[in-house]
Every structure is written in C-alpha cells, then in structure tokens.
C-alpha cells in the first residue's frame, strides 16, 4: 500500500497559512484560529483537523536518528549566571572525532528544544561540527514534550534572562577543549533573530546564518563583525518589511552579508516536521549554509 503523500503548503490556503504564522507567533490563541479558520473546514475537515494537519509531525522528519553511530549526544547543563542560573542543552558531536572540531550554536524556534532541532544539531555533527543546542525553556521545566504548551511558556520568558544564555551557551561551546576556537550560528524562526542578535554581541563570532528571523535595530548594524548568510521565505510579510531598511544599514557598516530569498515559500520552510516544509527550498538553503559554515569554521 502506497504511503499517504505529504501535505505541503500548496495544499493550504494561503490565507490559512497567514492565520497559522500568527497562532504559530502568539499574536492570536488557539481558540482564535479554531474561530478565525472555521470558514476553510470543507468537506468534513474541521478546524481543528485542518491545525492539526499544519502542526509538527516529528516522526516523519528525522534525518539522523539518535542513536546513529556517526556520532555521539549527550544532556549537559551550564552555568548562566547572567540569566537563568542553569541551562540544559543538547550536544552532539562526529563520533570518533580526533583533534579540535569546528563549533555551531543551535538556536530553536520558538518552542524550545523539541525534536526537530535536536535533529538539526545531530546533521550537523554527522559533518563534522560540534553542535550544541540549549533548550530557552529550562527555566520553566524545559520543552514540556507539547508544541502548545511549549509555545505558551516561550511566551513567559524573562527574554533579557534568555538572550544571555545563549551569549552563554556560546561562550562555553568556543571554550570548550575540543573546539577549533572557531563558532558560528544557526537559528531558525526566534532563532534567527537570536542568531542576527548574536552577531550584534559576539566580535569574534566567525559565522552567523539566520533563517527567517527578525532584524535587530538598523543602528546595531555596525556591531556585526562576523559574516553572514540569511535565508528569507518569500512569502513572509511579517520577516521580510524590515530587512530593506536593515540591508543598508550592512551595507553602510560595510557588514559581509549574503542574503536568499526562496520563491513561493512560506515562513518556517526549512522546518520537515510540517506543511511548510519546502523540500527543495530547504535543501538548497541546508547546502548553502553547510558550505558557509565549512568556508569559514573549517578552513
């Protein structure tokens, strides 16, 4: 029996999909989309099918499954007396590593450290690096296991606490004896803009790639001293207004950059757990930013 072929977001509503980016980003609840999505529940889908069908489905995502034997994972937890006290983390690494290895930062979206993004640092260890991808929810329990739950403690963080556990985070992962001394970013969603922060704090960062993530203020543009790679969705209004008025503050601060934006995307495209997921889209942007990273961590 053939398997069920994947949803993707052609298979949506574009309206549908603007709804979902905003119930995804806190600006409506859950009871608000049910409302706001009851008028595209056709031919006995309902509303709350319809958000389940655009929610995350890990299983069906996993590109290296835990336990492979090319590398090694382990649970830690650091000290970020500037913010939360103690964070956990998830850090993975090639298994039979010799010598120091290039190191990444793993930022989440906003939901903590589910399974996709410890996935996203496992493909990273399996080329080479030494990923690391702390969990922003630590301080209130961790990902509890539950996109909703997950997206409604995000939104009680003490953010100023958060912003300096990953400063943290990055500090200990360049420190470590078995880093290269070399550490770039990647974040995706929320942790795109925490990548885009990053680069505005950390003068010695070698490499940052943000994904779909929000700007700092143009007037932080001049602080970026690493280079960077960032990855847009076409069809993300919310993302895309401020990155005009940003580009030139680059420009103007004479910032590396090299920005893609990928035609008829949505915001989240990089994402496999859902329909946004954009396959070739998200290949295309995973080898670009594998290239940046071994271009300037590596070399």
Request: glycine share 8%.
């Amino acid at each position: 029996m053939a398997p069920t072929p994947r949803l993707t977001a052609a298979d949506f509503d574009q309206e549908l999909l603007i709804l979902f980016d905003a119930y995804v980003h806190g600006d409506i609840d859950r009871r608000g989309f049910l409302d706001k999505a009851a008028k595209f529940a056709v031919g006995g889908v309902t509303a709350a099918g319809l958000l389940a069908a655009l929610s995350p489905d890990f299983a069906i995502a996993q590109v290296v499954p835990q336990g492979d034997p090319r590398i090694s994972t382990e649970r830690i937890e650091f000290d970020s007396p500037n913010g939360s006290g103690k964070v956990k983390a998830y850090l993975a690494k090639p298994a039979n590593a010799s010598g120091k290895l290039p190191t990444v930062l793993v930022v989440h979206e906003n939901r903590g450290l589910n399974p996709h993004i410890e996935d996203i640092a496992r493909r990273l260890a399996v080329d080479g690096y030494l990923a690391l991808a702390p969990d922003a929810l630590t301080p209130l329990g961790g990902y509890p296991g539950d996109e909703d739950k997950a997206r409604a403690l995000f939104a009680q963080l003490d953010q100023s606490k958060t912003r300096q556990d990953f400063l943290a985070a990055a500090t200990l992962l360049k420190a470590r004896p078995d880093s290269n001394g070399k550490l770039g970013v990647v974040g995706f969603c929320y942790g795109g803009g925490m990548a885009h922060y990053l680069s505005t704090q950390l003068p010695d960062l070698a490499a940052a790639v943000p994904f779909y993530g929000n700007h700092p203020p143009v007037e932080d543009a001049a602080k970026v001293k690493a280079p960077l790679l960032i990855h847009f969705a076409a069809v993300d209004e919310r993302i895309n207004a401020a990155w005009p008025a940003y580009e030139a503050a680059l420009k103007a601060a004479g910032v590396r950059y090299t920005a893609h934006q990928y035609p008829g995307t949505q915001h989240g495209f990089n994402n496999d757990t859902t329909p946004r997921f954009d396959a070739a889209a998200a290949k295309l942007a995973w080898e670009r930013t594998l290239a940046f990273f071994a271009q300037h961590l590596k070399a």
